[in-house]
């Protein structure tokens, strides 16, 4: 079942990217999407079944269940399973850095560390995160992670330049000069 959820959220994702991004032959980008798939899928079932039995050791183990016991789960499973830094792990792990802040921010304001505002917050948020990313990618482009660099390139640096409508509809790549 866990297996299932990896390939059907990594699967997807692999095809678009090395299609876009990677060079290289039919069989190299293939084998490049099957092994993405097959590292999110195995990592995302094996830290599900470490979770869920140090979960239950601890349960066990106290006689009833505490909240820092999932914490301790978890901290043990991501540091064993998620703990090589590979782009499959990068990639979980900056997803999950931008859901767990949102997160904290909510809690903050629910158990009334933070002030709710009056105001909608989101458009400053957007507007400092793109202003920070773009930033950033004009001027610490190295900084960035690989693929946030691969796209911003395409994005930003490819469409300066342009040969004909198969730019616009197929894809934008500078050509080598002859």
Not at 12 to 20: E, K, N, Q, Y
Not at 31 to 41: F, V
Not at 61 to 80: D, E, N, R
Not at 146 to 152: C, E, G, N
């Amino acid at each position: 079942m866990w297996h299932r959820y990896g390939v059907k959220i990594r699967a997807p994702h692999a095809l678009v990217m090395t299609f876009l991004f990677r060079s290289g032959s039919l069989r190299e980008k293939l084998r490049a999407i099957l092994q993405a798939t097959y590292t999110h899928s195995r990592n995302l079932a094996c830290f599900v079944f470490a979770y869920k039995g140090l979960c239950a050791l601890q349960s066990r183990m106290q006689g009833k269940t505490h909240q820092v016991h999932s914490f301790l789960a978890a901290f043990i499973g991501g540091f064993l399973i998620f703990g090589d830094n590979n782009n499959i792990n990068s990639q979980i792990n900056m997803y999950l850095t931008s859901r767990v802040l949102f997160a904290l921010c909510r809690l903050g304001v629910e158990k009334g560390y933070i002030p709710e505002l009056k105001w909608d917050p989101f458009p400053l948020h957007t507007a400092v995160v793109w202003g920070l990313v773009l930033w950033l990618f004009e001027y610490h482009r190295s900084t960035l992670q690989p693929s946030l660099q691969s796209s911003m390139t395409y994005l930003y640096d490819d469409s300066n330049v342009w040969h004909d409508i198969s730019d616009f509809l197929i894809y934008n790549k500078s050509r080598p000069s002859k």
